[in-house]
Protein backbone atom coordinates (compact mmCIF):
# COMPACT_ATOMS: atom_id res chain seq x y z
CA UNK A 1 0.00 0.00 0.00
CA UNK A 2 0.83 3.50 -0.32
CA UNK A 3 3.22 4.96 1.99
CA UNK A 4 1.36 8.27 1.83
CA UNK A 5 -1.94 8.87 3.29
CA UNK A 6 -4.08 11.82 2.66
CA UNK A 7 -7.15 12.72 4.61
CA UNK A 8 -9.15 16.09 5.39
CA UNK A 9 -10.97 16.31 1.85
CA UNK A 10 -14.73 16.89 1.67
CA UNK A 11 -17.12 19.13 0.65
CA UNK A 12 -16.81 23.20 1.67
CA UNK A 13 -18.79 26.00 0.56
CA UNK A 14 -17.01 28.81 -1.15
CA UNK A 15 -15.00 31.04 0.78
CA UNK A 16 -14.82 28.46 3.72
CA UNK A 17 -11.99 26.36 5.26
CA UNK A 18 -10.66 22.81 4.78
CA UNK A 19 -7.83 21.59 6.36
CA UNK A 20 -5.87 18.34 4.57
CA UNK A 21 -3.80 16.15 6.54
CA UNK A 22 -1.33 13.23 5.35
CA UNK A 23 0.51 10.57 7.19
CA UNK A 24 3.52 9.53 6.06
CA UNK A 25 4.59 6.02 7.05
CA UNK A 26 8.62 4.19 6.03
CA UNK A 27 10.28 6.67 4.28
CA UNK A 28 12.78 8.81 6.19
CA UNK A 29 10.32 12.06 6.44
CA UNK A 30 12.53 14.44 8.02
CA UNK A 31 14.81 14.42 5.23
CA UNK A 32 12.34 14.21 2.21
CA UNK A 33 10.61 17.38 0.51
CA UNK A 34 6.97 17.23 0.68
CA UNK A 35 4.42 18.86 -0.74
CA UNK A 36 0.71 18.91 -2.35
CA UNK A 37 -0.34 18.57 -5.67
CA UNK A 38 -3.65 18.60 -7.27
CA UNK A 39 -5.45 17.71 -10.08
CA UNK A 40 -8.57 17.46 -12.18
CA UNK A 41 -9.94 15.18 -15.06
CA UNK A 42 -8.08 15.92 -18.51
CA UNK A 43 -5.48 17.89 -16.66
CA UNK A 44 -1.90 17.18 -15.63
CA UNK A 45 -1.52 16.81 -11.65
CA UNK A 46 -0.08 20.52 -10.68
CA UNK A 47 1.93 21.28 -7.43
CA UNK A 48 -0.13 23.68 -4.94
CA UNK A 49 2.83 23.75 -2.26
CA UNK A 50 5.86 22.42 -1.38
CA UNK A 51 7.96 22.36 1.91
CA UNK A 52 11.18 21.67 1.96
CA UNK A 53 13.27 20.03 5.12
CA UNK A 54 14.02 22.90 6.89
CA UNK A 55 10.13 24.02 6.44
CA UNK A 56 11.32 26.55 3.48
CA UNK A 57 7.77 26.55 2.03
CA UNK A 58 6.70 27.67 -1.51
CA UNK A 59 3.12 28.06 -3.11
CA UNK A 60 1.77 27.96 -6.85
CA UNK A 61 0.75 31.54 -7.78
CA UNK A 62 -3.21 30.53 -7.73
CA UNK A 63 -3.03 29.73 -4.09
CA UNK A 64 -0.61 32.01 -2.76
CA UNK A 65 -2.29 33.77 0.35
CA UNK A 66 -5.17 31.32 1.12
CA UNK A 67 -2.67 28.09 1.56
CA UNK A 68 -0.78 27.19 3.95
CA UNK A 69 1.56 23.77 3.90
CA UNK A 70 3.51 22.52 7.11
CA UNK A 71 4.95 19.87 8.23
CA UNK A 72 5.33 17.82 11.87
CA UNK A 73 8.35 15.60 11.74
CA UNK A 74 7.91 14.20 14.66
CA UNK A 75 4.35 13.02 14.00
CA UNK A 76 5.11 12.28 10.63
CA UNK A 77 2.84 14.79 9.54
CA UNK A 78 2.15 17.31 6.27
CA UNK A 79 -0.94 19.58 6.64
CA UNK A 80 -2.37 21.70 3.84
CA UNK A 81 -4.56 24.48 5.34
CA UNK A 82 -7.06 25.48 2.93
CA UNK A 83 -8.94 29.31 3.30
CA UNK A 84 -10.98 31.27 1.15
CA UNK A 85 -11.47 28.34 -0.88
CA UNK A 86 -13.60 28.88 -4.48
CA UNK A 87 -14.58 26.50 -6.98
CA UNK A 88 -11.97 26.41 -9.07
CA UNK A 89 -9.95 24.83 -6.37
CA UNK A 90 -12.33 21.73 -6.82
CA UNK A 91 -9.82 18.68 -7.20
CA UNK A 92 -8.27 15.68 -5.96
CA UNK A 93 -5.43 16.74 -3.90
CA UNK A 94 -2.38 14.48 -4.12
CA UNK A 95 0.00 14.35 -0.58
CA UNK A 96 3.68 13.87 -2.25
CA UNK A 97 7.45 13.04 -1.40
CA UNK A 98 10.24 13.20 -2.94
CA UNK A 99 12.37 9.87 -3.28
CA UNK A 100 15.67 10.20 -1.55
CA UNK A 101 17.17 14.15 -1.53
CA UNK A 102 15.76 14.61 -4.92
CA UNK A 103 13.24 17.90 -5.75
CA UNK A 104 9.30 16.78 -5.98
CA UNK A 105 8.89 15.96 -9.54
CA UNK A 106 5.70 14.64 -11.09
CA UNK A 107 7.34 11.42 -12.70
CA UNK A 108 9.72 10.26 -9.45
CA UNK A 109 7.44 11.39 -6.32
CA UNK A 110 5.72 8.90 -3.84
CA UNK A 111 2.11 9.11 -4.28
CA UNK A 112 -0.97 9.13 -1.74
CA UNK A 113 -3.45 8.04 -2.90
CA UNK A 114 -5.69 11.41 -2.97
CA UNK A 115 -8.39 13.23 -1.33
CA UNK A 116 -11.58 14.95 -2.82
CA UNK A 117 -12.01 18.34 -2.32
CA UNK A 118 -15.10 19.89 -3.51
CA UNK A 119 -15.64 23.71 -3.29
CA UNK A 120 -19.55 24.41 -4.16
CA UNK A 121 -20.07 27.86 -5.27
Known amino acids: QSQLQESGGGLVQAGGSLTLSCAVY????????LGWYRQTPGKERELVAS???????TYADFVKGRYTISRDDDKRTMSLQMTSLKPEDTAVYYC???????????????WGQGTQVTVAS
Open 26 to 33: GLAFSTKV
Open 51 to 57: IGTSGET
Open 96 to 110: AAAPYQLSLNLKTNY
